[in-house]
Each structure stands twice: as structure tokens, then as C-alpha cells.
């Protein structure tokens, strides 16, 4: 099997589970991973539990379609990640429950949508960004991305949904998944004054696992 072909494969199954385990409904969401031509990006319209390897859309570097069907209109979004974030094989994009519920906190800080909580989330998504909404599809979040100058690997769009890049499609799920967990975390904890990471222990994990953490994150 082609690597192209293994590619395809890991996009289904992959999508699958999230669809399956109830992180992203109906028809929402989309995943793209890199690949030799370009990169690979879900259809639009395509369910994440039901993607047929053959018709995922096969995009040149340009973001213009090769051969499949019509991508996501989200491809603005990934491609801007790609841009920024040059060591990213693959973005990940859900309306998970407690993420979207999280972009709607009138009191999320715009550059940390979550407060250090777990050694795990900070490995896996560092600090999450927090852009205001933008229609579905539109280009201007891409520019958004561009903003952010390559600083995160995880985002919330405002009331939309997040979206997380990896080194790998596999790696993006993981930090995908991680980064819902934690914002349930955050909701059921929410006005119980919790003991967060301390700045010290933060220190401590970025310099153990080399994270590259904001520094406004080491002195919270």
C-alpha cells in the first residue's frame, strides 16, 4: 500500500472513532493530513464516521483540488495552520460539546482558553488561542491564523469549535482529544476554585518535554 494509500486509510479510521465516541456530530468537523501531492482534506459535507478513502479530496500545495470531491470550505483554515505551523503533518477541526461550550465563556482569556490544569494538556496543546467568530468558511480566519504567527498548535474558533495541527494525523487527534477533556474539566470545576499547575511545576514541564509555552503561562 502507497503511503498516499495508508494516508487515506488513517483519515477514516481515525475519523470514525471521533464521529463514533461523539466529538463531532452529524456532519461536522474535518481533518486534513500532508502528503507528496499536497495534502489530503475530508470532503464537504462528509460525515467524519462514514469517509469513503477513494473520495477524500486531493489537494496541490496551492489548495487548489487534484482529484476527489469538493473539500471542506474550512480549507482556508488548514491551510493557514499549514503555513504557520511548518512542522504540522495534520489539522484537525471538530464542533465538539465542551470545546464549543468553552469559545462561549464571556471570560476566556484570548491568548490561554484554558487554564493549566493537567500536565497532559499543556504537552499535548500547550496554550489554546481564542479568535472571536467568523462565519463558517470564511477567508478572514485565515488571516486570524496568520496573526497568530505560528505561536499555537491549538485554537478556538468563538462559538464554532476547535481546531488543533500535529506533527502527525495521530498526534492531532490525541491533542484534539485532550484539549475537549480539559475544557469539560474546566465547565465541571467552574466557580469551585480549583488548585491549578503552579508556575513552578509549569517551568518544570516545559523544560523536561521542551514545550515552547507563552511565558504570560509561567507567571499565572
Known amino acids: 500500500m502507497s ?3 495508508k494516508l487515506r486509510e488513517e483519515i477514516c479510521r481515525l475519523g470514525r472513532s471521533l464521529f463514533e465516541r461523539g466529538l463531532t456530530p452529524g456532519s ?10 499536497g495534502f489530503l482534506v475530508t470532503p464537504t459535507n462528509a460525515s467524519l464516521g462514514f469517509l469513503d478513502p477513494a473520495r477524500l479530496s486531493l489537494l496541490d500545495a496551492g489548495g487548489r483540488l487534484v482529484s476527489g470531491d469538493a473539500p471542506t470550505k474550512e480549507v482556508p483554515l488548514h491551510s493557514a495552520l499549514y503555513e504557520t505551523r511548518g512542522a504540522s503533518g495534520a489539522v484537525v477541526h471538530l464542533h465538539s460539546t465542551h470545546a464549543v461550550a468553552l469559545s462561549m465563556l464571556p471570560e476566556i482569556d484570548p491568548r490561554a482558553a484554558l ?4 500536565p497532559y494538556y499543556l504537552m499535548r496543546c500547550g496554550a489554546t488561542a481564542l479568535l472571536p467568530y467568523y462565519r463558517p468558511g470564511d477567508p478572514a480566519v485565515a488571516d486570524a491564523i496568520r496573526g497568530l504567527a505560528g505561536r499555537y498548535t491549538s485554537v478556538l474558533l468563538a462559538n464554532h469549535g476547535p481546531v488543533v495541527a500535529g506533527a502527525t494525523l495521530e498526534a492531532a487527534v490525541f491533542a484534539m482529544e485532550e484539549l475537549e477533556e480539559t475544557a469539560k474539566l474546566h465547565l ?13 511545576q509549569i517551568v518544570d514541564l516545559a523544560t523536561v518535554f521542551g514545550l515552547d509555552l507563552p511565558d504570560h503561562l509561567h507567571k499565572s
Open 3 to 5: 503511503t498516499e494509500a
Open 28 to 37: 461536522s468537523g474535518n481533518i486534513s493530513v500532508r502528503c507528496d501531492a
Open 115 to 118: 487554564p493549566p490544569l493537567t
Open 188 to 200: 465541571l470545576l467552574r466557580g469551585l476554585n480549583p488548585r491549578y499547575l503552579s508556575p513552578a
